[in-house]
C-alpha cells in the first residue's frame, strides 16, 4: 500500500481518519488470474491491549467478502443495513473483496441468498478455507497473506462465466456515473431491460439496483461529511435528491442518525 493508499478515506468506512489510531487498513491487488472475480485483499490489523474497545461502522458495498478470522474463515453477503465490527485486545483479518458477480462461479446460485447472512467458510469452501486460513493469519506482511489467498483461489478457479464482467460494468455504472438515478435510467444505460437488470442483480449482485444506487449516494454523503464542512442543500440537489430532507431520511434510516448530526462528531 502506498502512503496515498494509507492517507485515502476507503469509501464506506465511516469516520476513517478519527480511527486511525486504533486499527491499520492495508489493500493488495489479486493475482491476474483472479482479476476479473477479486477487487482486492484487505487487512485489517489491531492492538487496543490497555485501550477501550473500538466500534467500527461501514457502508457495505455491493460486494461479497471471504473473511479469514478467528475462530475460523466467514462469507459474507452484502449487509443491506450499517455492519459494524468490534475490536478488542489485538489481533488481524485478512478479507477477500469479490467484484460485484464475482462470487457467483464459486457459490453456484443466486447470491441474493446471502444478503445479510453471514456463512461458515467451511460450507462454501469445505475444511480447507481454513487449514488456509490458519497460515494466512500465521504471516504479518499483508503480501505474504495475499499471495497465500491467491493460491487457496487458484486451486478452485471456477469456469468462466461471461455474464461476471458484465454485470461488474452495470454496477460500476451504478456507482460512478452521477447523472444515473433510477433503475429505469441504468436499464437504458446498460442497454437490457428493467426486468432483465433487475433479475442479473439477484442472480449475480445479490442486492437490487436501486439498492446499489442509493448506497452510493449515502456513501459519498459521508465522504463528505468525514472531510469537512458540507453544504447539505447543495449536496442533497449533486447526489439527485428532491431536497435535503429526502437525503437526510435515507441517511437516517441506515446510519441511525441524521447528516447534519453525525458530520461534526
Known amino acids: 500500500m502506498t502512503s496515498a493508499d494509507a492517507e485515502e478515506q476507503p469509501r464506506g468506512v465511516l469516520r476513517y481518519r478519527q480511527a486511525a489510531d486504533r486499527f491499520t487498513l492495508e489493500r493488495r491487488a489479486p493475482d491476474a488470474r ?7 485483499y484487505w487487512q485489517v490489523r489491531w492492538d487496543l491491549r490497555g485501550r477501550p474497545p473500538h466500534e467500527q461502522q461501514v457502508l457495505s ?23 459494524v ?30 444478503a445479510d447472512r453471514v456463512l461458515l467458510g467451511v460450507e462454501v469452501f469445505g475444511p ?10 500465521a504471516e504479518t506482511d499483508p503480501d505474504a497473506m495475499a499471495g497465500l489467498a491467491d493460491a487457496f483461489l487458484l486451486d478452485r478457479l471456477p469456469a468462466a462465466d461471461p455474464l461476471v464482467p458484465q454485470v461488474a460494468a452495470m454496477v460500476d ?12 435510467q441504468l436499464a ?11 433479475r442479473l442483480f439477484a442472480e449475480y449482485v445479490g442486492v437490487g439496483p436501486k439498492w446499489v444506487l442509493r448506497r452510493a449516494r449515502l456513501q459519498e454523503a459521508a465522504l ?34 441524521p447528516p447534519t448530526h453525525y458530520a461534526p462528531r
Request: net charge neutral.
Open 34 to 40: 483472479l482479476a476479473e472475480l477479486v477487487e482486492c
Open 61 to 83: 458495498h455491493p460486494n461479497l467478502h471471504l473473511v479469514f478470522e478467528q475462530p475460523g474463515a466467514a462469507v459474507h453477503g452484502v449487509n443491506r443495513g450499517l455492519f
Open 85 to 114: 465490527r468490534r475490536l478488542e485486545g489485538a489481533g488481524q483479518v485478512l478479507g477477500i473483496k469479490f467484484r460485484p458477480g464475482g462470487f457467483r462461479p464459486f457459490w453456484g446460485r443466486p447470491v441474493q441468498e446471502l
Open 128 to 137: 480447507a478455507v481454513d487449514d488456509a486460513g490458519r497460515r494466512i493469519l
Open 173 to 184: 455504472t451504478a456507482t460512478a456515473d452521477r447523472s444515473v438515478l433510477r433503475v429505469e
Open 188 to 198: 437504458a444505460r446498460c442497454e437490457v431491460s428493467v426486468r432483465t437488470l433487475q
Open 224 to 257: 463528505r461529511a468525514d472531510s469537512g464542512t458540507v453544504d447539505w442543500p447543495l449536496l442533497a440537489a449533486d447526489l439527485g435528491y428532491a431536497d435535503q430532507a429526502h437525503l437526510s431520511r435515507d441517511f437516517t434510516a441506515v446510519v441511525g442518525l
